[in-house]
């Protein structure tokens, strides 16, 4: 079993930043993937960004060249930080930690943009 903890997050005036922070526990032999996803209202989940254990990177267009993702391997942490933010940013964000043969989410955390 996996348990994903996020925290960060909150009302956030637009261009402001927001750090995103998640930690994996719980009884695993390894996660190959950790990354973050969002929800906005009335839309459906979509990539944010994802770290794999070799640092490669995968950035979603709506946030690319002002977000950055970082993970510790060795903690099984995970944060991610978008700058300049964007009411269009706004949305709950989960963390995400894919194994070999399974995927967990957290539970979410809102991010508020307000103009």
């Known amino acids: 079993q996996v348990q994903l903890v996020e925290s960060g997050g909150g009302l956030v005036q637009a261009g402001g930043s927001v750090r995103l922070s998640c930690t994996a526990s719980?009884?695993?032999?390894?996660?190959?993937?950790m990354g973050w996803y969002r929800q906005p209202p009335g839309k459906q989940r979509e990539l944010v960004a994802r770290r794999t254990t070799d640092g490669s990177t995968v950035y979603a267009n709506s946030v690319k060249g002002r977000s950055t993702i970082s993970r510790d391997n060795a903690k099984n942490t995970v944060n991610l930080q978008i700058d300049s933010l964007k009411p269009e940013d706004t949305a709950v964000y989960f963390c995400?930690?894919?194994?070999?043969?399974?995927?967990?989410w957290g539970q979410g955390t809102q991010v508020s943009v307000s103009s």
């Open positions: 719980g009884t695993f032999f390894s996660i190959t993937t």
């Open positions: 995400y930690a894919s194994l070999a043969q399974s995927a967990h």
